[in-house]
Nanobody, 125 residues
Framework: QVHLVESGGGSVQAGGSLRLSCVVSGGTIRSYSMGWFRQAPGKERGGVAGISTIATTSYANSVKGRFSISKDNAANAVYLQMHSLEPEDTAMYYC???????????????????WGQGTQVTVSS
């Protein structure tokens, strides 16, 4: 079973940027679809961005044009570059993986089998 470790969270002002990283061990991300999810207090965990084994990407409407997911197979890592951050982006951000090529449903939490512990992102107005 793969192990996922997120990093890069922090506190920023609205309009700022952050880059989250998710380093994977115990498996190669070439075989995994990867996703970023977030959960704010009192809300359900929701999909932010997903990337398939062949780097096809998906984004939640709320982050399109502001966030970008990418992966580095050599580093066995996935990244989430976040620009123009808004207070509504404040949440715990989680990295997730599943050993299959998700043709659809890359933003659906139940499609993923492996999860990291999360990294907190706080955006102040």
């Amino acid at each position: 079973q793969v192990h996922l470790v997120e990093s890069g969270g922090g506190s920023v002002q609205a309009g700022g940027s952050l880059r989250l990283s998710c380093v994977v061990s115990g498996g190669t991300i070439r075989s995994y679809s990867m996703g970023w999810f977030r959960q704010a207090p009192g809300k359900e965990r929701g999909g932010v961005a997903g990337i398939s084994t062949i780097a096809t990407t998906s984004y939640a409407n709320s982050v399109k044009g502001r966030f970008s997911i990418s992966k580095d197979n050599a580093a066995n890592a996935v990244y989430l570059q976040m620009h123009s951050l808004e207070p509504e982006d404040t949440a715990m951000y989680y990295c997730a993986a599943v050993e299959s090529d998700l043709l659809r449903g890359r933003l659906v939490p139940t499609n993923y089998a492996n999860w990291g512990q999360g990294t907190q992102v706080t955006v102040s107005s």
